[in-house]
């Protein structure tokens, strides 16, 4: 592996220089828990594509990580076959997602977690060779359990040893805490995660102190009906630049639902660039900055960068 590459479903890429969407579902499936909307499997694959090629041609889409992990929906042979078919690049998430977790988490030991992400990482997803380029936890609602404490340290290892980036899911944004010092206990460098949905906090001086840690921070749920209103949102982002940490913010649309894509009637993977940056623009966000958000900062964080 070379340091600094990208790690993709197609390959190893140098990070582009198009802008990077670092949270995204491509493939998903929440029905068990959230409903049939929630359910974009290889039957919707022809409207992704077309949605991926749409933001490609109208805002220069170059790559997207699609988040998705076993027990939500990853399939990593859809997933290449997008990423041929729109021309837009793509990465595979390993890991373990709580809705709910798998029982092969609370089945074996950290040891044995750590090194089915590594595989995935530097060998590939069960037989197919597609290899995974970034690793995903995430924590329930409530307070963390046994489980989640086990997953988060096997990440660390899986980490250390591949290179690749922790993205955590908070499903309150207060739990920022809870995983922040769990890793930082562990020894985990903090500038290679990403604590995800953090314009949900309540407090923006609560952000700075997550951001103070060194951390990626994601405002990755733009366009969602729930949730902090869009202009609140862009003020937070717009404080974030202004106060020198525009390097540390991710932004994405958390595409989960099938009734968001073009074809459904939504506005798709184009969200971000519709929806969000006219906001900062008007806010008096410059080209730079932008350009910093959107392809510099994400382009770092999926880059990988063994210990």
């Known amino acids: 592996m070379t ?32 409903g049939l909307d929630n359910v974009m499997r290889e039957a919707e694959a022809a409207a992704v594509a077309f949605d991926l090629r749409e933001t490609k041609a109208a805002h220069g889409l170059a790559l997207v990580a699609d988040m998705s992990v076993p027990g939500s929906g990853r399939n990593p042979v859809v997933l290449r076959d997008l990423s041929r078919e729109s021309g837009v690049s793509v990465v595979c998430a390993t890991g373990f997602y709580w809705e709910p977790f798998p029982a092969l988490v609370n089945a074996v030991s950290r040891a044995e ?47 250390k040893a591949t290179g690749a980036a922790i993205v ?26 990403v604590i995800s ?25 733009l366009g969602f009906k729930k949730g902090p209103p869009i202009a609140q949102i862009a003020d937070w982002a717009m404080q974030i630049l202004v106060l020198g940490h525009g390097h540390q913010l991710l932004l994405s649309a958390d595409i989960a639902r099938k009734s968001r894509l073009l074809a459904h009637g939504g ?11 006219p906001l900062l623009r008007a806010r008096g966000a410059s080209e730079a900055q932008i350009d910093q958000l959107m392809v510099a900062g994400p382009a770092r964080m999926l880059a990988l960068r063994p210990v």
């Open 3 to 34: 340091p600094g590459m990208i790690r993709t479903v197609l390959g190893d890429i140098t990070p582009p220089t198009g802008p990077i969407l670092a949270h995204e579902h491509l493939q998903i499936d929440l029905s068990h828990n959230k």
């Open 113 to 159: 977690l750590a090194a089915i992400m590594v595989g995935e990482i530097e060998t590939g997803i069960g037989e197919t060779g597609i290899r995974c380029g970034v690793i995903k936890v995430g924590t329930a609602p409530g307070a963390p359990d046994a489980a989640a404490e086990a997953l988060f340290r096997a990440a660390v290892d899986a980490a």
């Open 168 to 193: 955590t899911h908070t499903s309150h944004a207060e739990q920022a805490f809870w995983q922040l010092d769990l890793l930082r206990d562990e020894g985990m460098d903090l500038s290679r995660v």
């Open 197 to 221: 949905h953090l314009h949900k906090l309540q407090d923006f001086a609560d952000l700075l102190r997550v951001l103070e840690t060194g951390v990626f921070v994601g405002f990755d749920q």
């Open 267 to 277: 506005v798709g993977y184009a969200t971000t660039f519709t929806e969000f940056l």
